[in-house]
């Protein structure tokens, strides 16, 4: 018993001296702990609150959400409501908020926009009853139960709405989730194809930054400093300058184009830019390095006597490689390959440039929700789903391979 309570005794003095060590350790990470907070974790938390917020209708609509409370959903709404909304227009039309409301009913219901703005000047003129059938003879759309239905659903804060249409769903007039008809289904579509093109770059990289990263382990120093100095080059000049080189090289009097001429391998120019083939070409240019680097670092660590030991043992070079080297290296190909996938997923710039119409991804449909559209919610619930897909593939990784082999070396 008095050697436990010594035992203890001592754990709990060695906690206690290494207190002021740990209280260091954290005080001096607590500045990077702010930093992630402040540029990654709070970014991403506004990503998912605005993919869900919905406070337009609310603000714009109260009396009228009240007088909703008793509408049985299918019939044409009664005086009372009417008459809320001709309330709630004319303070809309006042504080300037009913182009607000407008635009939000329009993301479900092509066409309200103008619809709501036109009722809120009305709703301002008025000065007395009815106010149902003055709103059914200025518009009918007023009295659409499909329409109110929408505005109802429109009543609470949060909302799926963004959600269900960054994935092609929609909600029925009944509340029920369905598919939306197929000439409007274009999501999945360009999800599929962002998910092709990282997948057909990842590919590409392998295949050329592999044998790379094996000549530089095997290469004398000097050659291998020149060739070390080729790869890394790209990554100091701008993403912006690289692609716009790709433009130069593959448009139709390009250089590229005039080297095939040149050497009778083709009798007229062909179409480069603004093809699959383009953009693929650019991003796999683009994202080389980061494949080779992480490959190399793993290849670098291992002794090049194996191979001789082997070869010694009697087995052919090729068998020797694939069968004692090449699974070693395995760590560094997952890195590598990992790596690339998922920066080619956000890629933006370079599709835009050297890609055609066909080869926008789902960064092009973001950057143009926020832009054109100013329509945040669709745009951060586009980034939810390219978010959730990237750590579903980096789980994937993780589950399959396992996180000891997804490392840099």
């Given at each position: ?41 709070a970014p991403i938390g506004l990503l998912l609150a605005t993919s869900v917020d919905n406070p337009e209708a ?125 000439d409007q289904a274009v999501f999945l579509i360009v999800l599929g194809r962002t998910l092709l093109v990282a ?211």
């Open positions: 018993m008095a050697t436990a309570l010594e035992s203890v005794d001592v754990f709990m003095a060695v906690r206690r001296a290494a207190k002021p060590a740990r209280r260091a350790a954290v005080s001096l990470s607590l500045p990077v702990l702010l930093f992630l907070l402040l540029t990654f974790v609310a603000a714009v609509l109260p009396r009228t959400y009240s007088a909703l409370a008793t509408w049985n959903g299918r019939d044409t709404p009664d005086e009372a409501v009417f008459a809320a909304l001709a309330r709630d227009l004319t303070t809309a039309q006042k504080e300037r908020t009913a182009a607000l409301l407008g635009k939000r009913l329009n993301y479900e219901l092509p066409g309200m926009r103008s619809r709501v703005v036109s009722a809120a000047r009305m709703a301002a003129g008025l000065e007395g009853g009815p106010y149902r059938d003055r709103f059914l003879s200025a518009d009918p759309v007023w009295g659409d139960p499909a329409v109110w239905s929408v505005i109802r659903r429109n009543q609470a804060h949060l909302t799926p709405y963004y959600l269900l249409t960054a994935v092609d769903l929609e909600r029925s007039p009944e509340g029920s989730v369905r598919r939306v008809p197929p997948a057909t770059v990842t590919l590409f990289t392998l295949l050329l930054g592999y044998p790379v990263a094996y000549v530089l382990t095997i290469a004398p120093p000097g050659i291998g400093r020149f060739m070390m100095l080729m790869v890394l080059l790209p990554l100091w000049t701008s993403l912006l300058v690289r692609t716009t080189a790709w433009v130069v090289l593959l448009q139709t009097d390009g250089v590229i184009n005039d080297i095939l001429m040149t050497l009778g391998l083709t009798s007229e120019r062909l179409q480069l830019i603004f093809t699959r083939f383009g953009t693929v070409t650019a991003m796999t240019h683009i994202q080389l390095p980061f494949t080779i680097l992480p490959i190399y670092s793993v290849m670098r660590a291992i002794p090049g006597t194996q191979l001789r030991a082997a070869r010694s043992l009697g087995a052919p070079p090729l068998s020797a490689f694939w069968r004692i080297y090449a699974p070693q290296t395995v760590p560094g190909v997952m890195a590598g390959t990992l790596m690339t996938f998922i920066l080619s997923l956000g890629y933006y710039i370079t599709p835009a440039l050297v890609g055609g119409p066909s080869d926008q991804m789902v960064s092009n449909l973001i950057s143009t929700y926020i832009n054109r559209d100013l329509n945040w919610g669709l745009a951060s619930a586009l980034g939810v789903v390219l978010l959730s897909v990237t750590l579903g593939i980096y789980f994937v990784f993780l589950r399959l391979l396992g996180a000891e082999k997804i490392r840099l070396g």
